[in-house]
């Protein structure tokens, strides 16, 4: 079964919090920060899960982004998410009265790479900054993380400065 991208809802919680622990080393989120960026920040978070077997999605309506994300017959808004379905997620940030947006935190779990997924997943979060009228989108990555690098180059990201 294709796994779903769609926004991330407070029964991810859990699974976020067990995500972050297994996909770094270190600085990894807390359940209260991960809690504000879902519920609270100027934000959208996407999760990408693996659906049961017998939830089948059908083709989501395209006029808008949010609604877009959830597919018909997917995890209802109130439903949680069982911990093994949280393949990653993504966070990006807003400013008020701006056209820049930031991609604040994105992870795959490690089994779950190679498979095109984080591609998948960059190209939704940018097609949010693109709805929310935003015409910059920045990010940090460690320089010891090649492999992100290397999918933001793929996307059209460039350097622009170190830290």
């Known amino acids: 079964m294709t796994p779903i991208l769609r926004p991330a809802i407070r029964a991810d919680l859990d699974a976020l919090v067990e995500l972050e622990e297994v996909s770094f080393d270190s600085d990894w989120f ?55 379905s949280v393949l990653g997620y993504g966070t990006v940030l807003f400013r008020r009265n701006s056209r820049r947006a930031r991609l604040y935190s994105f992870c795959l779990h490690p089994e779950s790479r190679g498979r095109g997924l984080a591609q998948r997943m960059l190209t939704s979060l940018e097609q949010l900054a693109i709805a929310q009228g935003c015409t910059q989108f920045d990010l940090e990555v460690h320089t010891g993380n090649g492999a992100a690098i290397a999918l933001y180059e793929r996307h059209g990201f460039e350097k622009c400065g170190r830290l």
């Open 30 to 84: 807390s359940r209260r920060q991960l809690s504000h960026l879902i519920l609270r920040a100027h934000a959208r978070t996407l999760v990408i899960i693996q659906p049961d077997d017998d939830v089948i999605p059908s083709a989501p309506a395209v006029d808008d982004v949010m609604a877009a994300l959830w597919p018909a017959g997917s995890v209802e808004r109130d439903d949680a998410t069982p911990l093994r």
